[in-house]
Structures are given as C-alpha cells and as structure tokens.
C-alpha cells in the first residue's frame, strides 16, 4: 500500500494532524466542510463560500476522498470510485472528492475520472482547511459519513470503504 505526501508536511504540522486525528474517530461527528471562494469545482468556478454541514447531509452516507492529482494510489481510488459510482448512487450514497492539488492543471487533468458533481480544490494543497480539519497525513485518505455526520470508517483503501457500504447496505455493520 502506498501513500502519497505522509512525510511532506513539516514536523509541527504532522504534530498537529495526528493530534487532530483523535478527534474524528469512529463515532464521532466530522468537522464541517469549508469551500472558500473562489473555489473550483466540476462545474466551473464557485463564486460564494460553501459550507457543507456534516450534520445535514441529504443522503443515507457520504464518502468523502481526499486526494492529490500526481498520486498513482489516488488515481486507482478515482477509477475505482468512477466504475462504482452508478451504484454508490443508486444506495443513496454521496460523493465528495477534495483535492489537495496546488494548481488548476494537476486538478482539471482528473476531472475526467469524477462522474459526480461534489469536486472540490482550493489550490492550498495539504494545507487546505478541509485537509487539515480532518487530519490527512496523507492521500489517498477516505471517511464514510451517516446522515447525521458521524464517522463510521476511515481508510486509505478504497475497497476497504467500498466494503463497508455494501455490509451496511445489507444491515450486516451497525
């Protein structure tokens, strides 16, 4: 398995993230998503601050990826999640790509591989406020969220969040 960017951050700030990541743990209510303006997503330039409130999300889960544009392990997290989307959508299942990208290009060169509309970069890499909020050492970094914002897994495997979907779909994971 292999992860992309765990040692790049300086000390102090790796100090900080896995301080933070004891705090959003399974069980407990993830941070809120910052959007700040002007943002890029799929669909052109977002013009307004968004905040996404893990508290109200819309749908029965939401997976969230955090990854890097250059990252091969993310780019087969990417594929994988674009083969699976249909179905993901079809259990009611909401997909949140951000990027840790630090220029347009990296991040428009994996648009192809997003099949839904929830993509986001603001171009501050893995010092954005999301990355930050949640943790990420490194990418590719996923969490599965239920409908009220609680964190029912982390991982960097796609498969592994995949799986958990399926067995909570079937009422086999409480």
Same mark, same amino acid.
């Given at each position: 398995?292999?992860?992309?960017?765990?040692?790049?951050?300086?000390?102090?700030?790796?100090?900080?993230?896995?301080?933070?990541?004891?705090?959003?743990?399974?069980?407990?209510?993830?941070?809120?998503?910052?959007?700040?303006?002007?943002?890029?997503?799929?669909?052109?330039?977002?013009?307004?601050?968004?905040?996404?409130?893990?508290?109200?999300?819309?749908?029965? &889960?939401?997976?969230?990826?955090?990854?890097?544009?250059?990252?091969?392990?993310?780019?087969?997290?990417?594929?994988?999640?674009?083969?699976?989307?249909?179905?993901?959508?079809?259990?009611?299942?909401?997909?949140?790509?951000?990027?840790?990208?630090?220029? %347009?290009?990296?991040?428009?060169?994996?648009?192809?591989?997003?099949?839904?509309?929830?993509?986001?970069?603001?171009?501050?890499?893995?010092?954005?406020?999301?990355?930050?909020?949640?943790?990420?050492?490194?990418?590719?970094?996923? &969490?599965?969220?239920?409908?009220?914002?609680?964190?029912? %897994?982390?991982?960097?495997?796609? %498969?592994?969040?995949?799986?958990?979907?399926?067995?909570?779909?079937?009422?086999?994971?409480?």
């Amino acid at each position: 398995m292999h992860f992309c960017n765990l040692w790049s951050t300086p000390l102090p700030g790796r100090v900080q993230s896995m301080l933070t990541s004891f705090k959003i743990l399974k069980g407990t209510k993830a941070p809120d998503l910052f959007f700040r303006a002007p943002d890029r997503k799929k669909t052109g330039v977002v013009k307004n601050n968004i905040t996404l409130e893990t508290g109200k999300l819309d749908v029965a &889960y939401t997976l969230l990826l955090f990854y890097q544009g250059d990252c091969q392990p993310c780019e087969d997290a990417l594929i994988t999640l674009s083969n699976r989307y249909k179905s993901l959508k079809d259990k009611n299942v909401r997909v949140i790509a951000i990027s840790a990208d630090e220029n %347009e290009e990296s991040f428009e060169k994996k648009i192809p591989y997003h099949q839904w509309p929830d993509n986001y970069c603001d171009f501050s890499g893995m010092g954005g406020v999301n990355f930050k909020n949640y943790a990420v050492l490194g990418t590719p970094t996923l &969490y599965l969220l239920d409908r009220e914002g609680i964190v029912l %897994e982390k991982t960097a495997m796609v %498969e592994d969040l995949l799986k958990a979907v399926e067995g909570r779909q079937l009422g086999k994971v409480k």
